[in-house]
């Protein structure tokens, strides 16, 4: 059967169709707000792309795709020093460094595509995949060979799907879990949550809620963003920087511009001791989903005053507070998440790489690409 689904690629936000933000509604990630706020601090070796699906000329499906180039990182982590990371590093440089992301490599969960509920979801993924493949062609005429081409972060049930639409060929994995906190429909304070811990995690909130005394939090505004943006990249990238793995670091002015664009959808929250900016945290408000986004500390404050899980505490009750039905956490530090109560939920992606030696050694070489994260899932209400 042909594919009726035609496609257009977009360099600029400026150029994208008039009623773009009409499949957007359900996901900010998607609208032309947050996408302008990347084409304007995108990370110094990302290149975003905007696809639009067309039937019968009009738009039926939205899409994100971003090109990275691994080999401008000065560093990919540096907590890590072992001769496992040393092969990673090794692979990445000489196989790996040009990746086309379809999807969003800075955000966890399904932000890669929207389509018209209407449209059959097989072609719509064959059209992603003949989009993917008109990149890589373009990148080519241009010089660059793409390695590896990665749709990203879709749940189980389109799993299916991906293989009805001609994916066999390409390798499927699941890597770190998102976690996400599902708020139940009777809890309206910070007082329900705490009410819903057992005795151990009760305990482990008081603890931690005592050791952040002497901390200001503050809700920080534009021209606040601005006066303070040395020291804020200069907590973000501490953190950034000893992060097992990165493959890009944002740019300088990424939160004064979030902040410029998105306005009240994306909160930042400082974090004071006498004055002194010593840790940050920033939300956004997707619907009725409350996204964490990226964050920075002092590490030897976080250590004694217990920074970050108090940071995880001060989201939860903002989004209880407000109403949210969910929060999304994203990967990394998955335990110390869940023992607030965040659950994983498993996320799938496609991954392909231009050498076919390479590709048929995927499952094998991936384990270097993606290091598998050894954890223990909590649960702090039973």
Not at 319 to 333: D, E, H, P, V
Request: hydrophobic share 40%; aromatic share 14%; proline share 2%.
């Amino acid at each position: 059967m042909k594919n009726s689904i035609s496609f257009k690629i977009y360099d600029t936000t400026k150029q994208l169709p008039s009623d773009w933000n009409d499949l957007a509604q359900e996901n900010i990630f998607l609208s032309t707000d947050y996408l302008t706020v990347l084409a304007l601090s995108a990370p110094e070796n990302m290149t975003c792309h905007f696809i639009g699906f067309f039937e019968n000329q009009k738009l039926v499906g939205i899409a994100i795709a971003q090109f990275l180039d691994i080999n401008k990182l000065a560093s990919f982590g540096e907590r890590d020093q072992c001769i496992k990371t040393y092969v990673r590093n090794f692979i990445f440089k000489r196989f790996c460094s040009h990746v086309l992301f379809i999807g969003n490599n800075m955000l966890t969960g399904q932000n890669a595509c929207a389509f018209k509920p209407e449209v059959n979801t097989v072609e719509a993924l064959q059209s992603l995949k003949n989009a993917a493949s008109q990149l890589q062609t373009e990148y080519q005429k241009k010089g660059v060979k793409i390695h590896l081409v990665t749709f990203k972060d879709f749940d189980v049930s389109a799993v299916s799907d991906f293989t009805s639409a001609g994916f066999q060929n390409h390798y499927q994995f699941s890597t770190q879990p998102n976690m996400v906190f599902d708020i139940p429909k009777n809890w309206h304070s910070e007082q329900d949550y705490i009410g819903a811990l057992t005795k151990k995690y009760r305990d482990q909130y008081k603890r931690t809620r005592k050791k952040s005394l002497g901390i200001a939090k503050r809700k920080m505004h534009l021209e606040d963003i601005i006066a303070y943006e040395n020291i804020i990249y200069d907590l973000y990238f501490h953190v950034a920087k000893n992060a097992p793995f990165n493959t890009f670091f944002l740019a300088k002015n990424h939160f004064r511009v979030f902040k410029e664009v998105m306005k009240d959808k994306f909160l930042f929250y400082g974090y004071f001791i006498d004055e002194k900016l010593i840790g940050f945290n920033t939300l956004i408000k997707n619907g009725n989903a409350m996204d964490t986004y990226f964050l920075g500390y002092d590490e030897s404050i976080q250590r004694e005053k217990m920074l970050y899980l108090n940071m995880l505490y001060d989201m939860i009750a903002y989004s209880i507070n407000k109403g949210f039905k969910k929060i999304i956490f994203a990967r990394t530090a998955l335990e110390i998440k869940s023992s607030v109560g965040a659950q994983p939920q498993k996320m799938y992606g496609f991954i392909q790489h231009n050498n076919t030696i390479i590709d048929k050694n995927m499952a094998r070489i991936f384990g270097y690409l993606e290091p598998e994260v050894i954890w223990h899932e909590r649960n702090p209400f039973e």
